[in-house]
């Protein structure tokens, strides 16, 4: 079945370093591709989305590009803030959109100042 | 717009008891989907429903869990006999039409058993 692979579990930086999460997945078609994030007691959060191959989705400083030859849609960002810390999620949504989304494992994110 | 709205946010219930939550979608939207968070297992989908009429179930454990839709403004998911392992955030989203559009959660309800 379709599924969502993310290769980092926790990322610890200090305020101004580079942010990349790495996201790959497997699925037929092209699935649509999201980034949500999740702070302490809320729900996640939809950050952006990507739906066609070369397609760059992007939000608050945050980008991705759908990348259907490796499978990717890692998430980066220049210059992280600790306002930045949170669990990072990369999600899948079937072409059709007849199922619902299938998220990886997250990636907690925490940002020192 | 006040968001997808679950209650309650908290609830504590001792083992074998029943546990009902609610969800409030955002107006206009027409699906719902319930998932369930934990450390171990992550965001895990249960159910989801399109214009109140159950589409996918697959995740929702065949005893105990089920699910409803009464109205376009709300849904409820009811776990009778609740066990420690079913301690977990239990979350709600709403979408214009299914998942291939965004989904906008509420903040989850943290059920605890005793």
């Known amino acids: 079945g379709d599924s969502v692979t993310q290769t980092e579990g926790q990322v610890a930086l200090s305020e101004e370093d580079f942010l990349t999460i790495h996201c790959n997945y497997s699925a037929s078609g092209y699935p649509a591709l999201f980034w949500y994030v999740q702070y302490p007691g809320e729900g996640p959060q939809f950050l952006f989305r990507a739906s066609r191959d070369k397609e760059k989705g992007s939000s608050r400083g945050f980008e991705a590009t759908y990348d259907k030859g490796t499978t990717s849609f890692h998430l980066r960002k220049a210059s992280v803030q600790e306002s930045d810390s949170a669990v990072y999620y990369c999600a899948l949504g079937e072409a059709q959109g007849g199922r619902a989304l299938i998220f990886g494992t997250g990636t907690t994110v925490s940002v020192s100042p | 717009n006040a968001g997808v709205i679950q209650t309650p946010r908290h609830k504590v219930t001792g083992k074998g008891q029943e546990a009902t939550l609610w969800c409030e979608p955002i107006?206009?939207?027409?699906?719902v989907f319930w998932y369930r968070q934990t450390i171990v297992q992550g965001l895990e989908f249960l159910t989801y429903f399109r214009n109140q009429a159950p589409i996918d179930d697959s995740g929702m454990p065949k005893e105990r869990f089920s699910a409803q839709m009464p109205n376009q403004s709300h849904s409820t998911l009811k776990i009778q006999s609740t066990q420690p392992q079913d301690s977990a955030v239990y979350l709600c989203?709403?979408?214009?039409?299914?998942?291939?559009?965004?989904?906008?959660f509420g903040a989850g309800t943290r059920l605890s058993v005793l």
């Open positions: 989203a709403s979408s214009l039409d299914n998942s291939q559009n965004t989904l906008y």
């Open positions: 107006s206009g939207h027409s699906a």
